[in-house]
């Protein structure tokens, strides 16, 4: 499968804050409004991607799969957007450098094409830091109900 070298830049888009601001983050609506990789269309074309196909980040510090859609600020080869969020938090750096802010820009990851399913926030947050889970069963998704303490 073909495979592409990307620098990821994250940052705060408007219909994403707007999803925030109306309480809706656990829901179908945020994600697919934030996990959503926004790519030039000539990077599109050379993975054979079409607007809402789903591409696996890999960065050193994780992956995690996400929309793919059209920049409407290209041409930017080489590079993606992803809104700020839980599924960006997966693949930037957590390191601060003593400003208490991660690394929100010029990360280096790897993008494919994938068959794997984008996940709602709960299911995101079970998976990847085992919050949510009584076992390791992940085949039922947890849904867009708000979850209030960590089960054991």
Known sequence: MKEMDIIINTGTSIIQAFYEKKGSTLKN????ATAVAFMDPRD????SLN????IEVTSEWGSVTLF??????APHEGMIFIPKGPWA????????YCCNVPTFKGVSA?????GKDVLLVADLMRQTYKKYVKDTDFRESLGEKPIFKKME
């Open 29 to 32: 609506e945020y994600m697919q």
């Open 44 to 47: 599109m074309k050379k993975l």
């Open 51 to 54: 607007p809402r196909d789903k």
């Open 68 to 73: 793919v859609d059209k920049s409407h600020d």
């Open 89 to 96: 938090n997966i693949i930037i750096s957590p390191e601060t």
């Open 110 to 114: 790897k993008i494919r094409k994938t």
